[in-house]
């Protein structure tokens, strides 16, 4: 039962040191201007806006960040799935 306790600890400090880390990331963001096209983005994936010839194209920024969240998510399936993810690194705290 204790080891349980300190898995359970262990994935709540992995779950906030995750979390603190795409907090940072948000804050990293990087802004590209080409022809008429103006774009920026964060350093966690998302695109925070799009401009085409002086007009934010929103759906388009929603489009984009939706396509990342779902290929996010299939991503950590596929980790769980291949043996990857939490998994692998709480198999050494049996």
């Known amino acids: 039962m204790f080891d349980k306790i300190q898995q359970g600890k262990k994935l709540l400090e992995m779950r906030q040191q995750a979390k ?3 907090s940072m990331l948000a804050d990293v963001t990087e802004s590209v201007e ?3 096209v103006k774009v920026k983005v964060s350093a966690d994936q998302k695109v925070l806006y799009i401009e085409i ?3 934010r194209n ?3 920024e929603k489009a984009i960040n939706e396509a990342f969240k779902n290929v996010q998510k ?3 399936q596929k980790m769980m ?3 990857g993810g939490l998994s692998a690194l709480l198999g050494g705290m049996k």
């Open 20 to 22: 603190q880390m795409q």
């Open 34 to 36: 080409k022809d008429n």
């Open 53 to 55: 010839d002086g007009e």
């Open 58 to 60: 929103e759906a388009l």
């Open 74 to 76: 299939k991503a950590a």
């Open 81 to 83: 799935e291949d043996g």
